[in-house]
């Protein structure tokens, strides 16, 4: 619920990206240039961030990856 009523509006808000609700789709915005390489940095770490910021529950190991 967040996702749509805080986080892809605050995102469009920005110009970080462009939301069509009706449409259900999302594409990059006139300011994606702006977090475009932090959004790469976090993808090529992800194996190393804690599980909970991985976006899915820990594996019996304790990481996904």
Same mark, same amino acid.
């Given at each position: 619920?967040? $996702? &749509?009523?805080?986080? #892809?509006?605050?995102? +469009?808000?920005? !110009? &970080?990206?462009?939301?069509?609700?009706? @449409?259900?789709?999302? /594409?990059? !915005?006139? /300011?994606?240039? @702006?977090?475009?390489?932090? $959004? +790469?940095?976090?993808?090529?770490? #992800?194996?190393? #961030?804690?599980?909970?910021? /991985? %976006?899915?529950?820990?594996?019996?190991? %304790?990481?996904?990856?």
């Amino acid at each position: 619920m967040s $996702l &749509y009523h805080t986080h #892809l509006p605050k995102l +469009e808000k920005f !110009g &970080y990206i462009k939301w069509n609700e009706a @449409e259900k789709t999302i /594409q990059r !915005g006139p /300011q994606w240039e @702006e977090i475009e390489p932090l $959004l +790469e940095l976090i993808h090529s770490h #992800l194996c190393e #961030l804690p599980p909970f910021l /991985q %976006g899915k529950p820990p594996d019996r190991n %304790g990481t996904k990856c």
